[in-house]
């Protein structure tokens, strides 16, 4: 009967570290699932921090392409009237030069009849 009393004795001992070792194991999970807890609300606040950073930018990188487009436009609109001024520009010089020759034909005809009809030569 004593080794029986002493099982049991030693049963309700152990139960009880069991409960308390329970106790303290518990205790320190919660402890390290609080710090975990704390962690991932930091990180959580970062993230939400970032989703504002990047959708900040994806706004920007609207506006600037937005921007970049009517710049090109612009550009390109510039350049046709550039291209237009030069084309309109080189007609006309075109059209003197052709004037030219043909203002330098006539006066070699006027200078040759006014030799053979007058005796007249003329010299620049």
Known sequence: MSEQLTMENLEKVLDKKFAENNEVLIEAIDAKFQRTDAKIEKLDARVSM??????????????????????????????????????????????QEDEFVIMK?????IKNILKEKLGIEVRV
Request: charged share 40%; net charge negative; hydrophobic share 40%.
């Open 50 to 95: 970032l989703e504002v950073d990047v959708a900040g930018l994806k706004y920007d990188f609207a506006e600037t392409k937005s921007e970049t487009r009517e710049r090109l436009r612009r550009i390109e609109e510039s350049l046709d009237k550039l291209t237009n001024t030069l084309d309109m520009f080189l007609k006309r010089m075109l059209d």
């Open 105 to 109: 034909a006539e006066v070699a005809q």
